[in-house]
């Protein structure tokens, strides 16, 4: 199930937008509120149809608050613009062209259009009651409060025997899922020392590979950064791991940056297992399926934001991802047909477009202005300094007391060996050296 293309029509801010999706991953860049999130919650819309033809996966649509809203000039009114729709074509059968769509503010999100989704969901469904080996798709949606807010958590006796479409619970909404993977990881390993000490009894469960599964994803992201073997820990109450210089340590008490990839490698990992057991330790690498991440660089140091790209496909070979991001050390890992720039036109036409330099391999600092569009030179108030002096030297009155005023002030109140003074220095250099 791999998505191709996502058409928006009155959602939110957008009148129309029309985003071509890469096969294996897609980065949305944009400044802040020019629709990055917008792109995901609609993308969550749509496939949540086929999550919700599961026993314990949920549907949802639109919003009371999704309708685009649109006034005439000099007029403080606005009204809210329908049809609100969103299609999306898949690349692969059976599923084709679906969409969902708001007719009124009175009305319901249409599902007649998503038949082929739901159908697809609803077979697989079936084939799995049928107890059919069938490997379904990892579908997940990790927003931006993923590491603060948490979902309720459900009061379950039986979370290892529950369907395995508990891979679906709760899969496409922003919050966290941190404890319910706490709690599958406790009985998990009660389980697997009862699998040890009676093996005859509990033969074939397999419960033993499948932590070990999690636990081999998650190692194999975290142990270059020092950080190994996550599991349940009896004496902490929680999950913990253990650090290369340190003891072990509880999850809750390790850092934002570690604890957001934890959570996030470790959840969509569990799903995967928990979907999937048929595949046992190989299941996060051959599960195939779509996850949606907002903001995948949120609270990582920029050695890392160099690094989750390819950590997350090396870890999910299979699975489709489409993330936004404002770091350019995550875009010097992407190729450019890989990112879509998100803006607006002249007559406020929204538009989503492959950037025109590249981004692979780049520096930082180039792609942060050819790609992102904005100026490497933060706008400190010596900006407009170093300009005025540029503008005079490459006018050749560099030896003017404005200009040698300048050059003092500069290097008293930033870097003297500053690049742009360096370079200011050289073309001084060069013009003397032409007078002579």
């Given at each position: 199930?791999?998505?191709?293309?996502?058409?928006?029509?009155?959602?939110r801010?957008?009148?129309?937008?029309?985003?071509d999706?890469h096969?294996?991953?897609?980065?949305?860049?944009?400044?802040n509120?020019q629709?990055?999130t917008t792109?995901?919650?609609?993308?969550?819309?749509l496939?949540?149809?086929?999550?919700g033809?599961?026993?314990m996966?949920k549907?949802?649509?639109?919003?009371?608050?999704?309708?685009?809203?649109?006034?005439?000039t000099?007029?403080?009114?606005?009204e809210?613009?329908?049809?609100?729709?969103?299609?999306?074509d898949?690349?692969?059968?059976?599923v084709?062209?679906?969409?969902?769509?708001?007719?009124?503010p009175?009305?319901?999100?249409?599902?007649?259009?998503?038949?082929?989704?739901?159908?697809?969901g609803?077979q697989?469904m079936?084939?799995?009651?049928?107890?059919?080996?069938v490997t379904?798709?990892?579908?997940a949606?990790?927003?931006?409060?993923?590491?603060?807010?948490?979902?309720?958590?459900l009061?379950?006796?039986?979370?290892?025997?529950?369907?395995?479409?508990?891979?679906?619970?709760?899969?496409l909404?922003?919050?966290?899922s941190?404890?319910?993977l706490?709690?599958?990881?406790?009985?998990?390993?009660?389980?697997?020392?009862?699998?040890?000490?009676?093996p005859?009894?509990?033969?074939g469960?397999?419960?033993?590979?499948?932590?070990k599964?999690?636990?081999?994803?998650?190692?194999?992201?975290?142990?270059?950064?020092?950080?190994s073997?996550?599991?349940?820990?009896?004496s902490h109450?929680e999950?913990?791991?253990?650090?290369?210089?340190s003891?072990?340590?509880?999850?809750?008490?390790?850092?934002?940056?570690?604890?957001?990839?934890v959570?996030?490698?470790a959840?969509?990992?569990?799903?995967?297992?928990?979907?999937?057991?048929?595949?046992?330790?190989?299941?996060p690498?051959q599960?195939?399926?779509?996850?949606?991440?907002?903001?995948?660089?949120?609270?990582?140091?920029?050695?890392?934001q160099?690094?989750i790209?390819?950590?997350?496909?090396?870890a999910?070979?299979?699975?489709?991802?489409?993330?936004?991001?404002?770091?350019?050390q995550?875009?010097t890992?992407v190729?450019?047909?890989?990112?879509?720039l998100?803006?607006?036109?002249?007559?406020?036409?929204?538009?989503?477009?492959?950037p025109?330099?590249?981004?692979?391999?780049?520096?930082s600092?180039?792609?942060?202005?050819?790609?992102?569009?904005?100026?490497?030179q933060?706008?400190?108030?010596?900006?407009?300094?170093?300009?005025?002096?540029t503008?005079?030297?490459?006018?050749g009155?560099?030896?003017?007391?404005?200009?040698?005023?300048?050059i003092?002030?500069?290097?008293q109140?930033?870097?003297?060996?500053?690049?742009?003074i360096?370079?200011?220095?050289?073309?001084?250099?060069?013009?003397?050296a032409?007078?002579?």
């Amino acid at each position: 199930m791999i998505i191709s293309q996502l058409t928006l029509t009155n959602f939110r801010r957008f009148s129309a937008l029309s985003v071509d999706v890469h096969p294996e991953l897609t980065v949305l860049v944009a400044p802040n509120g020019q629709g990055k999130t917008t792109v995901l919650d609609a993308l969550s819309i749509l496939i949540s149809s086929f999550v919700g033809a599961f026993d314990m996966g949920k549907a949802h649509g639109f919003s009371a608050t999704d309708a685009r809203y649109s006034s005439q000039t000099q007029s403080p009114e606005s009204e809210e613009q329908y049809p609100v729709r969103i299609e999306v074509d898949f690349q692969i059968p059976p599923v084709r062209a679906q969409s969902r769509e708001l007719t009124g503010p009175k009305n319901r999100t249409t599902s007649r259009d998503v038949a082929e989704l739901v159908q697809h969901g609803k077979q697989m469904m079936a084939q799995v009651r049928r107890l059919e080996p069938v490997t379904l798709p990892a579908i997940a949606y990790y927003g931006t409060s993923r590491l603060w807010k948490q979902h309720k958590l459900l009061e379950r006796n039986k979370v290892l025997s529950a369907s395995r479409s508990m891979g679906y619970e709760d899969c496409l909404t922003s919050a966290s899922s941190y404890l319910q993977l706490q709690v599958w990881m406790k009985s998990a390993t009660l389980a697997a020392l009862q699998e040890q000490q009676m093996p005859e009894t509990y033969a074939g469960q397999a419960i033993g590979a499948q932590i070990k599964a999690i636990q081999s994803t998650v190692e194999g992201v975290l142990k270059p950064l020092g950080w190994s073997h996550l599991h349940y820990s009896f004496s902490h109450d929680e999950l913990a791991m253990h650090q290369a210089d340190s003891a072990i340590l509880p999850v809750s008490l390790l850092s934002d940056g570690v604890r957001a990839l934890v959570s996030l490698i470790a959840d969509l990992a569990w799903r995967c297992v928990k979907l999937n057991p048929h595949l046992s330790m190989a299941a996060p690498a051959q599960t195939p399926g779509l996850v949606l991440i907002d903001e995948v660089d949120m609270h990582l140091h920029p050695a890392w934001q160099q690094q989750i790209i390819a950590t997350l496909r090396g870890a999910f070979p299979r699975i489709q991802f489409i993330v936004t991001t404002h770091s350019p050390q995550v875009l010097t890992t992407v190729r450019r047909e890989c990112i879509r720039l998100l803006g607006f036109r002249d007559r406020g036409i929204a538009v989503a477009t492959e950037p025109k330099a590249f981004s692979y391999g780049e520096p930082s600092q180039d792609v942060l202005q050819a790609v992102m569009q904005v100026d490497p030179q933060p706008p400190v108030p010596e900006k407009a300094l170093l300009e005025e002096l540029t503008e005079l030297v490459d006018q050749g009155y560099f030896r003017s007391e404005r200009a040698c005023e300048l050059i003092e002030m500069l290097k008293q109140r930033i870097n003297p060996h500053h690049p742009q003074i360096q370079k200011i220095e050289r073309s001084i250099r060069r013009q003397e050296a032409l007078q002579r």
